[in-house]
């Protein structure tokens, strides 16, 4: 059970609205970062179709054949498979930029997600 005496240091409407307005304003940036991403993608994409003739069937294909990369058609991509350290050999998440276990640099895939 929670009880308020317990905390360290005392929550105040203030502490809690300011919490929430930061919260706002991280939605909204990462919002205007995803509008961002969805205007240059579609420049992108009207710029491949003019310059090399590719249709939008294409496109359409290509993105159903890396969503089921997992195995699942779901909208999602699928996750990078873990890799060995260059160095010591051991396994590693993919996104880790410095072996967990000997801390020498992981080479990455520039392409990662």
């Known amino acids: ?18 919490a929430a307005r930061e919260a706002r ?4 940036l990462a919002k205007h970062d995803i509008d ?19 249709t ?6 290509l993105i159903t054949e890396i969503d089921q990369r997992d195995g ?12 060995l350290c260059a160095s010591c050999g051991r396994t590693n998440a993919a996104k880790r930029t410095f072996c967990i276990f000997c801390g020498q640099p992981m080479v990455s895939n520039p392409l990662a997600r």
Do not use: C
Not at 36 to 50: C, F, P, V
């Open 72 to 83: 699942r058609l779901n909208g999602r991509g699928a996750k990078e498979p873990p890799v």
């Open 36 to 54: 961002r991403l969805l205007m240059i993608t579609e420049a992108l994409w009207t710029l491949l179709k003019q310059e090399h003739g590719y």
């Open 1 to 18: 059970m929670f009880y308020p005496s317990m905390l360290q240091y005392p929550v105040t409407t203030s502490t809690a609205e300011i």
């Open 56 to 61: 939008d069937d294409v496109l359409t294909n």
């Open 25 to 28: 304003t991280g939605v909204e």
